[in-house]
């Protein structure tokens, strides 16, 4: 089955600063990556996703890159502000039959203000 | 539009007893799914129901876990015979149709506690 890595388990950042998390994953019919944010005792809310026939998406400060070759992609936040402080987990879906995902174990983002 | 909603939001229960717990998918989503969610965890997949047929239970820890969606729409988990390793939160996730590339939004989850 699918299994996704996902670097580092936590992050600090300064105020402003760029965060990137980074996601690896192991079956290659993965073709639909998003990302959640989770806030503590909060559901996951999707905040960007990218499907495997582009390389990225940006939206504001977030941006996701996808490598299908290298099997990996990556999430950008640019400008992070406080309220960016939050559990995030990236995903794959297999693709075939139940469109599952596969999450991440988590990073733990928090931003000094 | 309201979201997908989960009851009860926390349960404890003794060792041994069952468990019920209900998803209410956002209306009209043909897709949903189950994940358990263990502390400092990511999301695992438990099971997924197109409508009212549980098309994947693959991810079921158990036979003591049982799922159904009985008329396409709202959802239960029943857990029997709690074990203290079933302590998670589980959570209930809906697509609108049943596509490879669908997003699914997630419910607030059910806290379970087994003492």
């Known amino acids: 089955g699918e299994n996704v890595e996902q670097h580092p388990s936590t992050l600090s950042v300064q105020e402003g600063d760029s965060a990137v998390i980074k996601c690896t994953y192991s079956d290659s019919a993965s073709n639909y990556f998003p990302w959640y944010k989770q806030e503590l005792g909060k559901r996951p809310q999707l905040i960007i996703d990218i499907r495997s026939n582009v390389g990225e998406k940006k939206d504001q400060r977030i941006a996701v890159t996808l490598n299908k070759t290298a099997k990996h992609f990556s999430l950008h936040i640019t400008e992070t502000q406080p309220e960016d402080s939050a559990v995030y987990f990236c995903?794959?879906?297999?693709?075939?039959?139940?469109?599952?995902?596969?999450f991440g174990t988590g990073t733990r983002l928090t931003v000094i203000p | 539009g309201a979201g997908v909603s989960q009851s009860p939001r926390y349960k404890v229960a003794k060792r041994g007893q069952d468990v019920a717990l209900r998803c209410d998918p956002i209306s009209g989503h043909v897709s949903l799914f189950w994940y358990q969610q263990a502390l400092g965890q990511g999301p695992e997949f438990l099971t997924y129901?197109?409508?009212?047929?549980?098309?994947?239970k693959s991810g079921l820890p158990s036979d003591r876990f049982f799922a159904e969606r009985p008329e396409g729409s709202v959802s239960t988990l029943k857990i029997q015979r709690t074990q203290q390793e079933d302590s998670a939160v589980y959570l209930c996730?809906?697509?609108?149709?049943?596509?490879?590339?669908?997003?699914?939004?997630f419910g607030p989850g059910t806290r379970l506690l087994v003492l």
């Open positions: 996730a809906s697509s609108l149709n049943s596509g490879r590339l669908e997003t699914q939004y």
């Open positions: 129901f197109q409508n009212e047929a549980q098309l994947d």
């Open positions: 995903a794959a879906s297999r693709g075939t039959g139940a469109n599952n995902l596969f």
